[in-house]
């Protein structure tokens, strides 16, 4: 008996949707998805989101209910960055609804959500550290603003300010990618990950399997 399924797509723009760039590209991994898969679409819903709908989200509660009416499975064409978003993760779990993250096939239901509350904790621990050290340095009579020119010990303690952010925020990555790996993610599979989610490595460039393996052994003692 072939699997019915409710293809859900999402696109950041108007213009984006009415293009279609972007769109071809999930509505061809979808395809490509439910081929391997045997599923039937019955129906595909597209949610086009802009600064102040993203909270709403119209078309993917239609989406969810119509998977409800048929009993059919929720394919989410690109799940990506909402992965992190708690709310939305949460919402799809209380819905009852089975669903897959068509660009995330490897991730099961409970690593998504351990994915998202990790996301949550990480944005708050970082909202407050940063209004911790601008309380801080207003406190030491730090102006905030354009910089004057920079003496060579200001550039020196710049280079270390970025090389420890760098620091950070692979430690923080380790935790997102660890998470991936040990939901059967492979290396090449988790650096695409990175790279769709626009996350860049120290020097600018693109994550590859190796710099993934990197990280992993790095932070992992």
Same mark, same amino acid.
């Given at each position: 008996?072939?699997?019915?399924? %409710?293809?859900?797509?999402?696109?950041?723009? /108007?213009?984006? $949707?009415? =293009?279609?760039?972007?769109? !071809? +590209?999930?509505? *061809? @991994?979808?395809?490509?998805?439910?081929?391997?898969?045997?599923?039937?679409?019955?129906?595909?819903?597209?949610?086009?989101?802009?600064?102040?709908?993203?909270?709403?989200?119209?078309?993917?509660?239609?989406?969810?209910?119509?998977?409800?009416?048929?009993?059919?499975?929720?394919?989410?064409?690109?799940?990506?960055?909402?992965?992190?978003?708690?709310?939305?993760?949460?919402?799809?779990?209380?819905?009852?609804?089975?669903?897959?993250?068509?660009?995330?096939?490897?991730?099961?239901?409970?690593?998504?959500? %351990?994915?998202?509350?990790?996301?949550?904790? /990480?944005?708050? $621990?970082? =909202?407050?550290?940063?209004? !911790? +050290?601008?309380? *801080? @340095?207003?406190?030491?009579?730090?102006?905030?603003?354009?910089?004057?020119?920079?003496?060579?010990?200001?550039?020196?303690?710049?280079?270390?300010?970025?090389?420890?952010?760098?620091?950070?925020?692979?430690?923080?990555?380790?935790?997102?990618?660890?998470?991936?790996?040990?939901?059967?993610?492979?290396?090449?599979?988790?650096?695409?990950?990175?790279?769709?989610?626009?996350?860049?490595?120290?020097?600018?460039?693109?994550?590859?399997?190796?710099?993934?393996?990197?990280?992993?052994?790095?932070?992992?003692?």
């Amino acid at each position: 008996m072939t699997t019915k399924a %409710i293809a859900y797509f999402r696109v950041s723009r /108007e213009k984006q $949707a009415q =293009s279609g760039l972007g769109l !071809e +590209a999930q509505a *061809a @991994a979808v395809t490509a998805f439910v081929q391997q898969r045997g599923y039937d679409v019955v129906a595909e819903y597209t949610e086009v989101e802009t600064g102040t709908s993203r909270k709403r989200r119209i078309a993917i509660h239609r989406a969810i209910e119509h998977a409800k009416r048929e009993g059919a499975v929720l394919l989410i064409a690109k799940l990506d960055r909402l992965s992190r978003n708690l709310h939305f993760v949460s919402g799809l779990m209380e819905s009852g609804v089975r669903f897959t993250a068509v660009d995330m096939p490897e991730a099961n239901h409970l690593s998504i959500q %351990i994915m998202a509350v990790m996301a949550e904790q /990480e944005a708050r $621990a970082i =909202s407050t550290r940063t209004r !911790e +050290a601008l309380t *801080a @340095a207003k406190a030491r009579g730090v102006k905030l603003g354009s910089p004057k020119p920079m003496t060579e010990m200001v550039r020196a303690k710049g280079r270390e300010a970025v090389s420890q952010a760098f620091r950070e925020a692979y430690r923080r990555e380790y935790g997102y990618i660890s998470l991936m790996r040990k939901s059967g993610m492979s290396l090449r599979a988790i650096a695409a990950r990175l790279n769709q989610e626009g996350l860049r490595t120290r020097s600018g460039s693109e994550w590859t399997a190796v710099q993934v393996s990197r990280i992993l052994n790095k932070f992992a003692a």
